[in-house]
């Protein structure tokens, strides 16, 4: 089976509903996240993560050192900025894997394997879970030189990363590697494909995931299911009969994304408490929606 690490520097505070994130990652055993971040491991963490401790100053000064930059950003968002490169920064931490990725943890994950077959990952290089652009809440790369090189095409990374703001570039620059020439004919495009080692065997697949998105659902229509339910590691909703790959709940979560079609403050933003799943109880079930985590 082909073996897939990702990465996930964080620094600040565990979010509310950390375990429940973990619990699916613990479903997920195949698949290894691994954690560097100047909070304490939780206990019972999944043996299928790994928690690296370090501080987001020491954690900055090994990034300008390694990129030789001056990466000193304001804020710990700026990381996002940083995603092209964890390849690159970390290969010593990927040497045992055959893929390996960045995401966020705002999510909940189903059954990954479900999706990403090994028969799928065989044949294919880069895997993101929109169509049309990377995906920075989870995206995938084959662990070669190429790949962990990757974000060097970037024009004027090094200006981009050095600069204290966040720009974006995991999912809108580092999107123009692998998804070059959008607007020619598909046949034109197909052409392109073969010259060009970035865009060969780019799986770029919508996998649904970003509730309250701009986007129309899969089905076409403008609403977006209000309630989700993850049990035994899959993943499934009250509007759709079949199996989805992770859970992405950033515009419940804040208004910061949020299309102003959907409202102009997210649902989440009011509650007191999110996490209503009495630790320990994770591995039962529990179902997500405007109210937050509630067990089934």
Known sequence: ?????????????????????????????????????????????PPNTKFINTTFSEYCQRASKTLDINFSPSSPYKLCDLKPAYGYIHQELLSEYDFFGFGDIDVIYGDIRHFYTDE????????????????????IMKNTIIFREAFKNI?????????????????SKFSKIFLR?????????????????????AYFKEQYSTILSPEPWFDGSVEHPEEWVWKNGKLYNSQDDREFMYL???????????????GDRAAWEHLDKLNHVVTGNENHGFKINRLGFHPL
């Open 248 to 262: 992405h709940f950033m515009n419940w979560k804040s208004s910061v994304w949020l299309d102003s079609s959907r």
């Open 155 to 171: 024009p004027a990374w090094q200006q981009l990363l050095e600069d204290r703001n966040h720009h974006g570039i995991d999912e």
């Open 120 to 139: 799928l990952l065989s044949k294919q290089n880069t895997l993101s879970t929109h169509w049309d652009r990377i995906s920075g809440h989870l995206f």
């Open 1 to 45: 089976m082909k073996s897939i690490a990702i990465l996930t520097p964080y620094f600040g505070q565990w979010p509310e509903w950390f375990n429940l994130y973990l619990e699916s990652c613990r479903q997920n055993p195949s698949i290894h996240w691994i954690f560097i971040s100047d909070c304490k491991a939780p206990d019972n963490a």
């Open 181 to 201: 020439h959008k607007k020619y004919p598909a046949w034109l495009r197909n052409i392109y494909r073969l010259k060009d080692p970035y865009q060969r065997k």
